[in-house]
């Protein structure tokens, strides 16, 4: 399957709705160059800052452009947003400015860095902030199509990008709604449902458990907040089961906000594929770090077919 | 060194503005040869082109208005038994100067594109900005009363969504600086003409943020910031200098390349003429470190640290307001 780099389909399209839009701004930390933001330096030079390696700085000023009317994009690794969580949550949530924070480099992708780069806890604390919405992508189409619902979306968004190049899994017909989870497999026996790069592996388990004679629903719920309640009842009522699977702690990410969800309005047996409460290490490859923390497309097959014998009678 | 302010002719005590002007230039002095746009300069304060134009009636106008905010500041402090009297009642000349002279506003339109911002970035001194509110139309007398009740549009510390006048939700300190360096690139970029004012407190020059925030200003050159330090001396903990020394705090603003003014900030006039000083700069942004004394006004809340968030008894506000309003001894 093609690969191609989601940080770049990002970079592009920042440049491509801002030449559409004149009230995109972009703020970045010094990781221009990697989050790919520098495509928008060159184009709208007069829109973009960099503020060196300030990144609580750098959400405030977002703040600021933002009350100014601008549509900021504000850039770093996603784990780096960790030391901004008090400007995010006074400044961003709680007074509802206008502020797009980019995540890059999420989950493990920053495998050759190690855990120190890793960013597995941010989906759980963004999704914790009250008029937050949380938003990861699984390939560049995505990424492309989602750019611009990011910032017509009024309200703050936290947008989680891989560092990985990941499979194309959608074409141009691919239709982004923020709160609408896509369901890109259809199957009755079991619901595998991903965010971002885990989206492919989850079809990868699905065709493997095809063969099986396992027809298993795919999700790809790039919302993780406002999560896709209708969506994610009807997959439980009509497969009976969820696999989660989510480049993430299992603990308050996809999995917990599916967890949350099932047990108050439609419990079915459920499992969680994710980064199981460790901190994790350095690997040579992206790959063989999500293989060994049990985010390998075995697992999430293990995973259906365990869930499956939990089903209720 | 003899040190007496040749504008107002006043003593100015250890205040020293003129000598502080004179040391902002010498030190501009390479950078702003080149600008031909740049008045400020030694001889031109020696000319005495920096002589006041305020009349006198407004100076005296501007400091019953400080003592109104004072009044009304510590009435709810008390009515509610909660607030922060001591870096409220420093900051009075500050807010009446800013808010009945110096800012570009309109309590008619508190949406105003163009409106000048004021960020209370110290957002603990709330009582003395929603009194000031109150009094510039923002809001009724009436809803001052309800500071701090559930359900109302006065929050503990400001809430910009709530309460019409207030630009930006504070009360975490260090965020009003990187804030309003967003708000100035955001004008620069849609070519709007408003200027930013951020007040910060002394014990909030103590945040790395801040001082994050002071360097893209810095970089920036964003003439149209003004960052105001209320530097009282006192935080929460007890005197700056001893709970984490700012010292030379003048000499940090002025190592970050803002123009740097030092004025008593009890002074109305000394703060209108920085106020107007800072709009003359037109290549870095301006810090005006404010001297105040934290609880001016009310002899035994003067320079107390607890004092800092806690409220006045009856007793205790019977005779603060006694001596805001002149009718007994102050000290």
């Known amino acids: 399957m093609d690969r191609q780099s989601l940080r770049k389909a990002y970079g592009e399209s920042l440049v491509d709705y801002g030449a559409t839009n004149p009230h995109v701004a972009v703020v970045v930390a010094d990781v221009s160059s990697s989050v790919q933001t520098s495509y928008f330096a060159e184009r709208f030079p007069e829109r973009f800052f960099n503020v060196g390696i300030t990144e609580q700085s750098m959400v405030d000023v977002a703040v600021g452009l933002a009350l100014g009317g601008m549509i900021p994009f504000a850039n770093t690794f996603a784990v780096l947003f960790l030391r901004t969580f008090e400007q995010i949550r006074t400044c961003v949530a709680y007074a509802k400015t206008n502020v797009k924070i980019v995540g890059g480099y999420s989950g493990l992708s920053d495998f050759k860095d190690g855990p120190t780069h890793h960013a597995d806890t941010d989906i759980a604390i963004m999704r914790s902030l009250p008029n937050m919405t949380v938003v990861e992508v699984a390939d560049a189409v995505e990424t492309r199509k989602m750019v611009p619902a990011v910032a017509e979306l009024d309200g703050p968004v936290y947008l989680r990008i891989t560092r990985a190049d990941m499979p194309v899994l959608f074409d141009e017909s691919h239709e982004v709604e923020i709160g609408k989870g896509v369901t890109v497999r259809d199957g009755d026996d079991v619901t595998l449902m991903g965010c971002g790069v885990m989206v492919s592996r989850c079809l990868e388990a699905s065709k493997i458990l095809a063969g099986k004679g396992t027809d298993a629903r795919v999700v790809n719920m790039h919302t993780i907040k406002p999560l896709d309640r209708s969506l994610l009842e009807k997959a439980a009522n009509e497969t009976g089961a969820v696999v989660t699977a989510e480049d993430h702690t299992v603990i308050g990410g996809l999995g917990g906000a599916v967890a949350e969800a099932l047990s108050e309005t439609y419990p079915v047996p459920l499992e969680r594929i994710g980064i199981k409460d460790v901190f994790t290490e350095t690997a040579l490859t992206y790959e063989e770090l999500l293989d060994y923390y049990g985010m390998g497309v075995k697992d999430i097959v293990e995973s259906a077919r365990h869930v499956m014998k939990r089903k209720f009678s | ?331």
């Open chain 2, 1 to 331: 060194m003899e040190r007496t302010d040749q504008i107002s002719g006043h003593s100015l005590g250890h205040f020293i503005m003129e000598p502080m002007w004179i040391r902002l230039s010498a030190s501009r002095s390479a950078h702003l040869s080149r600008r031909k746009s740049f008045i400020l300069s030694e001889n031109s304060f020696a000319r005495g082109r920096w002589m006041t134009h305020h009349p006198e009636k407004l100076i005296k106008d501007l400091n019953v208005i400080a003592r109104d905010l004072r009044l009304d500041a510590l009435e709810i402090i008390h009515e509610r038994g909660q607030g922060h009297p001591g870096g409220s009642l420093s900051v009075a000349e500050i807010i009446a100067a800013l808010y009945f002279h110096h800012l570009k506003i309109d309590p008619a339109r508190p949406e105003w594109p163009e409106r000048d911002r004021f960020i209370l970035s110290k957002g603990h001194a709330c009582a003395l900005l929603y009194s000031a509110l109150a009094h510039r139309g923002y809001l009724s007398k009436e809803e001052l009363h309800t500071w701090g009740h559930l359900g109302g549009r006065l929050q503990g510390h400001p809430d910009r969504l709530k309460t019409p006048g207030v630009d930006m939700t504070t009360g975490m300190e260090g965020h009003g600086i990187s804030v309003g360096v967003g708000l100035c690139l955001a004008a620069r970029v849609k070519g709007l003409g408003y200027r930013v004012y951020v007040l910060v407190g002394d014990g909030e020059c103590q945040c790395g943020v801040l001082w994050e925030g002071a360097m893209t200003a810095s970089k920036y050159g964003l003439s149209d910031l003004t960052v105001i330090v209320d530097y009282n001396g006192v935080q929460l903990d007890g005197p700056v200098q001893e709970i984490l020394p700012l010292d030379p705090l003048a000499e940090k603003w002025r190592s970050f390349n803002f123009a740097t003014l030092e004025i008593n900030g009890h002074d109305v006039r000394q703060v209108l003429e920085a106020l107007d000083m800072a709009g003359e700069i037109h290549d870095k942004p301006t810090a005006i470190v404010a001297h105040t004394t934290k609880g001016r006004g009310v002899s035994f809340m003067e320079n107390k640290a607890k004092w800092h968030g806690r409220a006045p008894n009856d007793e205790e506000y019977a005779q603060a307001i006694s001596e805001l309003k002149g009718e007994t001894r102050h000290g």
